[in-house]
């Protein structure tokens, strides 16, 4: 695997290679990876992609200091992971190298995309997104980017940023990695105490719960509000959102339509780490 830490030795090798590798395909993380940042990388290489991966932690998406600086930092056994799992390429860049010696997003509004949940609870988070991702697809060049379900608003963020800005950009959606609990991998996991571990998982089953009741025709206000009662009860945890949505606008609804382009999404506080998760109708 070659790792690379400036844009231009990064361009210069996949200009040099692109003609005998065909497509490359991205995948951007901010490290600490675990098995569903892996299923990103599997899933460019299945598609024949020469496979970039970029482990950068972008400041400008972090609205709460403190997080930013707690989030966790694995990069040598990251790089043991990348290599045993084939990926080609890392780029490890610093925000010099992304944002020269003013690290500052740009202003973005993509209407309820950007604007509701996370991007209402967490200000400037988008812009920091959309920022960084345009800088890095700039100097990738990428031919099919791959990201994470688990995080379904971004998802829909950066979908919005392709059709408006990146049109040559395939985006591929992975299904969320769960552990055999069903609690959503994530690099925040690795924070929760044992008995906070055990109460996150009631994230998924107000999914789980919540998900089944709108599909029988029950309004999401009705099964949420048992949901909130029955799983979400309880003084280590601080729920934020539950909700059903429409993932092409990420606006809410009380009842999905015959399409079932609709998710329930979840934001919960347990003790001190934040977590998202979310179920399509579908899945």
């Keep these: 695997m070659f790792v690379f830490k400036s844009i231009?030795?990064?361009q210069d090798h996949l200009s040099e290679n692109r003609p005998k590798f065909g497509k490359v395909g991205f995948v951007p993380t901010m490290g600490a990876l675990h098995q569903g940042?892996?299923?990103?990388?599997?899933?460019?290489?299945a598609k024949g992609c020469y496979t970039v991966c970029t482990i950068y932690v972008n400041p400008t998406q972090f609205n709460n200091t403190e997080d930013f600086e707690k989030y966790p930092s694995t990069i040598e056994l990251d790089i043991v992971k990348?290599?045993?799992?084939k990926c080609d390429v890392?780029?490890?860049?610093s925000s010099t190298e992304m944002y020269g010696n003013h690290v500052v997003a740009d202003k973005y509004n993509f209407g309820a995309i950007t604007n509701s949940f996370e991007g209402a609870l967490r200000l400037g988070h988008f812009d920091g997104v959309i920022t960084i991702v345009s800088k890095l697809f700039d100097a990738v060049k990428p031919d099919e980017v791959f990201f994470g379900q688990k995080d379904l608003q971004q998802c829909m963020v950066v979908k919005h940023l392709i059709g408006n800005r990146f049109y040559n950009i395939k985006m591929n959606i992975v299904p969320t990695k769960r552990e055999s609990s069903g609690l959503a991998m994530s690099s925040r996991n690795v924070r929760l105490k044992d008995d906070e571990r055990a109460l996150a998982i009631r994230l998924y089953e107000a999914l789980v719960f919540v998900k089944h009741q709108v599909l029988m025709g029950v309004v999401a206000s009705?099964?949420?509000s048992i949901a909130k009662a029955q799983w979400l009860n309880h003084p280590k945890l601080t729920l934020e959102y539950l909700a059903l949505v429409d993932t092409n606008t990420m606006e809410q609804h009380e009842i999905a339509g015959p399409e079932l382009h609709y998710a329930v999404i979840i934001a919960c506080w347990c003790s001190n780490v934040r977590l998202i998760d979310n179920m399509l109708l579908t899945d």
């Design 8 to 10: 231009k030795l990064l």
């Design 90 to 93: 890392l780029f490890l860049p």
């Design 37 to 45: 940042h892996l299923d990103l990388i599997s899933a460019s290489k």
């Design 222 to 224: 009705e099964a949420i």
């Design 82 to 85: 990348l290599t045993q799992n």
